[in-house]
């Protein structure tokens, strides 16, 4: 997806920026809301990452202008201002989502993904408590995970990351994507965790079967598809 992040805090646009592109996406950054305005109007994106406090003009009268003008394209709204009559505002100014800072990546790159699946106004389906990837499935109400009808003992942090995996079937999940969503570090602490236990998850879910599940794509990450 081609996206824009309309934040003027240089930091945080670097680092959702570096996060899209690992992702796969074509990222533009602008740090304004007048310039906001004229790339979302005249660019074509599939999704829109917009700061609500911005200099210029601030990211509500952005969206505002956007939704006036009949552009539909999704808005995931970003905030430190966290209570509920400020994400009331946003949304009715037509935010399609709202993520209030601190975030972590996972969840706004989890947000993007469901915007540019459901499309604007669509509604978001109701969550699963079953997850499968093949003969691979996971109880995610008993937490039990299990193979081609054999029971797969799994350590509380192996079920996290197998979840998160299963989650974003098919796709390369990068390093910075599973140390944030299983880990909750924002920030690389250049150890060998996810190597060792991306090793311990393969012996346990593809040990003894036929095919290959669990794929290492080298300079980017992991996939987990049949």
């Known amino acids: 997806m081609r996206i824009l992040v309309v934040e003027d805090d240089t930091q945080i646009s670097a680092f959702i920026a570096k996060g899209l592109r690992e992702d796969g996406h074509v990222v533009d950054c602008v740090g304004n809301g007048r310039d906001g305005l004229f790339m979302a109007t005249t660019e074509a994106y599939a999704a829109v990452v917009l700061d609500r406090m911005l200099p210029g003009l601030d990211g509500l009268t952005v969206l505002r202008t956007l939704r006036g003008a009949g552009n539909m394209v999704p808005v995931l709204l970003l905030t430190a201002l966290a209570d509920v009559d400020h994400r009331v505002e946003g949304l009715r100014a037509g935010a399609d989502d709202y993520l209030v800072k601190p975030f972590a990546f996972a969840e706004l790159s989890a947000r993007l993904d469901g915007l540019s699946r459901r499309g604007p ?76 236990h991306i090793s311990r998850l393969r012996q346990k879910i593809d040990h003894g079967f036929a095919s290959t599940l669990l794929h290492t794509v080298r300079g980017a990450g992991y996939r987990l598809d049949g």
């Open 121 to 196: 106004g669509a509604p978001a389906a109701a969550p699963s408590t079953r997850l499968q990837v093949a003969d691979l499935e996971l109880d995610l109400l008993r937490r039990t995970a299990s193979r081609a009808g054999r029971t797969i003992e799994l350590l509380p942090r192996e079920f996290m990351l197998l979840d998160y995996l299963m989650r974003n079937a098919g796709r390369v999940v990068t390093r910075t994507m599973l140390l944030e969503a299983v880990w909750n570090y924002h920030f690389d602490p250049q150890t060998n965790v996810i190597d060792v």
